[in-house]
């Protein structure tokens, strides 16, 4: 059935305005409680050092691990492969302007150290799509949909941690910082197929009606 220019309903001012406004406002907040912080003055010790690294770890989860994934997931391996190389790159673009790693204070030496971290982001979040597309084949099983997700990320996650320790400014090391690397990606990697069902399950429905 075609809509007409009359045709609204309650959910679509929901889902269609409503909802994606106070995501990006969400977001936007999120992304300032650092830069308020600095101002007061609380700096980035004690817990409000914790609340900007959860609030980064979960950016970094979302923007490079999460949409890659779920693109793969529900749709291809190229979807995945190709959201997950432009998001990757993107991310590393941010980390480049927030931190500066290019600007002129910045010595080349060290620029040239964030170089395999960047690029270490930037294929780990393509891998981890396209390995997620090319396992689960589009599959609704939930069970497959899991274990390609958690395949791709631990995969992802682990490739990862080894472009860190090829970086000179690195300063994720040990089994901490392998564990902090590859268990939150493996975790997304739980939780994302959750979210794919749910997308199929809503498509299915709406393509019945």
Do not use: C
């Not at 890659?68 to 941010?94: D, E, H, K, T, V």
């Not at 960047?118 to 689960?136: D, E, K, P, R």
């Not at 990862?160 to 990606?185: A, W």
């Amino acid at each position: 059935m075609e809509l007409g220019w009359k045709d609204w309903t309650r959910s679509d001012i929901i889902y269609g305005i409503i909802a994606p406004i106070v995501v990006v406002l969400i977001i936007v907040g999120l992304s300032l409680v650092g830069t308020f912080a600095m101002r007061g003055g609380g700096g980035m010790n004690g817990s409000l050092g914790i609340v900007i690294g959860i609030i980064s770890e979960i950016e970094e989860m979302v923007v490079i691990v999460g949409v890659p994934l779920l693109l793969g997931l529900i749709w291809n391996r190229w979807a995945g492969g190709a959201s997950g190389f432009l998001l990757g790159s993107i991310y590393a673009m941010w980390f480049q302007v927030k931190y500066g790693a290019f600007s002129s204070g910045t010595s080349p030496s060290m620029a040239m150290g964030f170089g395999p971290t960047l690029l270490g982001w930037v294929l780990s979040a393509m891998l981890i799509g396209y390995m997620a597309g090319a396992l689960n084949k589009r599959s609704e099983n939930f069970r497959r949909m899991v274990i390609a997700g958690v395949v791709s990320t631990t995969v992802g996650g682990v490739f990862l941690f080894g472009m860190f320790q090829l970086s000179p400014s690195n300063v994720i090391t040990g089994i901490d910082g392998f564990l902090l690397t590859v268990l939150t990606r493996t975790a997304t990697g739980v939780i994302i197929p959750i979210i794919a069902k749910v997308f199929m399950w809503y498509g299915v429905a709406m393509h019945k009606k």
